[in-house]
């Protein structure tokens, strides 16, 4: 199985609001198992949104196991049509992104979070979150409306940053 190639900025199609997905079938468990493959193959990905790779559905796929900054961590989430039902406090956090390789930025997020979503076997699922999980779950859910990190930095002088590596 290939993997898909990442749409960068300022491509058009990562500012397009994805569709909700209408039904679960074999096309779109295939599409999240090719997603799980991209963030295990790009090292220091902990999430990817369909839209990314120039799908827009609303898909998104997130595994922050093992990341230094987790807390709340609850394994791999691939999610389906996820929607945000309740938010909480606030964090400000360095944020990078694979459609923008070359720069990171502080952007404000609320710090816990509840969602809905459905899961690749179609149960209807809700989880509740905080810390670096739920920062990264906005992240991705703010793809699927076409909004990059990069619209949510307040101020681009001080808070968005060339990186040096990838």
Do not use: W
Not at 33 to 56: F, H, K, S, Y
Not at 97 to 121: H, I, W
Request: net charge neutral; glycine share 8%.
């Amino acid at each position: 199985m290939n993997l898909l190639p990442i749409l960068q900025f300022p491509d058009e199609t990562l500012r397009k609001r994805s569709r909700a997905v209408p039904g679960i079938d074999a096309s779109v468990v295939e599409f999240t198992t090719r997603l799980t493959m991209m963030i295990r193959e790009n090292r220091g990905c902990v999430g990817i949104a369909a839209p990314q790779v120039g799908d827009l559905r609303r898909i998104i796929v997130v595994d922050v196991t093992g990341h230094k900054k987790a807390t709340d961590k609850h394994g791999l989430l691939v999610m389906i049509n996820p929607e945000i039902t309740g938010a909480q406090g606030s964090v400000v956090t360095r944020e990078g992104c694979l459609s923008v390789p070359d720069f990171t930025g502080n952007v404000e997020r609320k710090a816990a979070l509840g969602l809905r979503y459905l899961a690749p076997d179609g149960r209807e699922a809700e989880l509740e979150t905080s810390g670096f999980e739920a920062v990264v779950l906005q992240h991705e859910i703010d793809h699927l409306d076409g909004v990059l990190f990069l619209d949510r930095i307040v101020n681009v002088k001080r808070d968005l940053f060339r990186r040096k590596t990838y």
